[in-house]
């Protein structure tokens, strides 16, 4: 069993930084971030491969996000620059405890966090 805890969301202006959270508990190889915005599929954002450290990034965010670990605290990043409107949405961190590499697959993903809510204005 694998919890997730999301924390960081908040309201920015467009042009502006956010720094997400996802302290996690329990084994797992892969941690996802993901975004679901009102009335959209939710979507891959990121992945990092928990012990190597390896990353996966979207094309949706382009070179904006960083997705980082911190394997003392079991806590894993996603930094977020110069943020747009369009990048309001429900921040989700999943865990793919059985993925042997890096994945943007949501179905890899079994387990899920409550969501940190991002909101960013013109």
């Known amino acids: 069993q694998v919890q997730l805890v999301e924390a960081g969301g908040g309201s920015v202006q467009a042009g502006g930084s956010l720094r997400l959270s996802c302290y996690v508990s329990?084994?797992?190889?892969?941690i996802g971030w993901f975004r679901q915005a009102p009335e959209k599929e939710r979507e891959a954002v990121a992945d990092?491969?928990?012990?190597?450290?390896?990353?996966l990034y979207a094309a949706s965010m382009g070179g904006r996000i960083t997705i980082s670990k911190d394997k003392t605290t079991n806590t894993v990043y996603l930094q977020m620059n110069n943020l747009k409107p369009e990048d309001t949405a429900m921040y989700y961190c999943a865990a793919a405890p059985a993925r042997r590499a890096t994945t943007l697959r949501t179905a890899d993903f079994m387990y899920w966090g409550q969501g940190t809510q991002v909101t960013v204005s013109s």
């Open positions: 329990g084994y797992t190889r892969n």
């Open positions: 990092i491969y928990f012990d190597l450290g390896t990353t």
